[in-house]
């Protein structure tokens, strides 16, 4: 996809905003930390339900199901596309495009610098090659003691088999606590 970029702002600092160019970058990023915060919370709601039911086997289940369609998670905000991606892959599906490695990539480095993974995120307005506006925004995920039964460094023998069976190629193990384990990636045609 070919695209130009027209406007960008980092969301800690104020954004900059274009000439002639009417995106309310704020209210866009207001509304992605919403999508955001529900889909976090639903997903930890989840994890929670399912281990508590059937155990961490369970749990996976649930990832590998109901992850994979995050947008319908936070259904009443259908207008925006969101999923999670990273680096260090489980499912190869979750694989960026070329926009969210190169910011996946500047997140990797401010974090190794030191940078605060909870407030840290980016954001662009960019035009497709149909002219088409699309308000992109993708929010850094750190890894908390929660993830550790399953993209930590002493994942339980019965889990890692599970996980060995459903992702072969699975990059997501070995992290610990505060460590970048991927992003949610967003996005919104205006
Ligand atoms: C019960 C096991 C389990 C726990 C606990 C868990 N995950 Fe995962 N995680 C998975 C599975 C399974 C997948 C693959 C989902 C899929 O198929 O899309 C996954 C995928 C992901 C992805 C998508 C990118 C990729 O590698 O495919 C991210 C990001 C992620 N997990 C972050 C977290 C974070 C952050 C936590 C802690 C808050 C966490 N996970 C806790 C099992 C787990």
Redesign the pocket.
Known sequence: MKVLILAMGLIAASPVQAENFSVDIPKLQGEAKQVIMKL?ST??GE?KK??EEGG??????????K??NLTSLVSEASTWDV????L????????PDDWELAVLEQFDSKAKQGANLKTLGFSQVLVDSEGRKIFRMMKA???????????GTKIKPE?KER?EV??PD???TGFSIGEL????TLKKYL
């Open positions: 976090a997903l930890g994890l399912a281990k961490a086997s369970a749990a996976i289940t649930v990832c590998n199901t992850a994979q999923s999670r991606t990273s260090k892959l489980r499912n190869s599906d979750n694989a995920i750190p890894v908390s003691d929660q993830c550790l039964a399953c993209h889990l996980l459903l992702y699975d990059k997501a384990r991927g992003a949610f």
